[in-house]
């Protein structure tokens, strides 16, 4: 590999979920170029800063012990999978002189490939879904191989609209600047994914608050059925004790009057009243 192909290639990719990485793609002829440059390393040194950030898409230069300045891109955004949001955040190496805009490219297209496939995977009607998560680092450097291939053709576009200046991202967490429109994309998908995250929680909580005022009425129902029931019993039971009450008064009476009887004559006491 000729030393102009360290300005049209990737030299390192990796893919991670929060902060776990689970794919990786290094180019080995330019790896070649830096012995003392572990590029796993930096970008493990790298990524909790990178996560912790709120820049969606950003570089940050990398310090080498040769000549050429490498600088290190990054991509990041969430994905919602079974409820969970997950942070996935895609970062390469290349050398400053690459074309900005081919290295968003490559992330913008990885990134998009990836949620694809996890959402695919989700669907188990989706013939795709069957596929193995490790399969996805052969599309990752299918597109990255692709990409590559077509640098000189899409250069002129790559070129269209920006600058390529190689000082860029000189802080430590920079934005690039030839890729306002890709994060303002970024940014706006974010705030968008994020709205729809609190629709979802108020539909969520709308249909709890449904189903307790459900619970209500049925209680009050319930509540009111009972009291009628109550009021029922409460009826039944005083019109039992009211009955019991002349009955046991009735008996008396009868006994009393059987005994008074016995002593002065039935039925009228004849023999008490002469």
């Given at each position: ?85 997950d942070l996935v955040t895609i970062v390469s190496i290349a050398h400053n002189d690459v074309n900005k805009t081919f290295i968003l490219v ?6 998009d490939k990836y949620i694809d496939f996890k959402n695919r995977q989700q669907d188990q009607n989706d013939p795709a879904s069957k596929a ?143």
């Open positions: 590999m000729s030393h102009s192909d360290i300005h049209k290639h990737l030299i390192y990719c990796t893919l991670t979920i929060n902060s776990t990485t689970l794919y990786t793609y290094e180019n080995h002829q330019l790896i070649s170029h830096f012995p003392r440059t572990n590029c796993s390393e930096i970008i493990s040194q790298e990524l909790g800063l990178i996560n912790s950030s709120k820049t969606l898409v950003g570089s940050i230069p990398v310090s080498t012990n040769t000549p050429r300045k490498l600088s290190l891109y990054f991509m990041k955004k969430y994905m919602n999978v079974d409820g969970s949001r490559v992330l913008k297209t990885i990134m193995k998560p490790g399969e996805f680092k052969l599309y990752m450097k299918q597109i990255i191989k692709h990409e590559e291939q077509n640098y000189d053709v899409n250069h002129q576009s790559y070129n269209y609209g920006s600058t390529n200046d190689a000082n860029d991202g000189s802080g430590s967490v920079n934005q690039i600047g030839p890729n306002q429109l890709l994060l303002a994309n970024e940014e706006v998908g974010e705030v968008r994914q994020l709205m729809l995250d609190n629709i979802h929680k108020l539909l969520s909580r709308g249909d709890k608050i449904n189903s307790l005022v459900d619970q209500t009425d049925r209680l009050n129902t319930s509540s009111s059925v009972f009291s009628k029931k109550a009021q029922q019993i409460k009826r039944r039971m005083w019109f039992h004790k009211t009955k019991f009450i002349l009955s046991a008064i009735g008996g008396i009476l009868v006994l009393l009057y059987l005994f008074i009887a016995s002593q002065c004559g039935f039925p009228l006491f004849n023999q008490c009243i002469n």
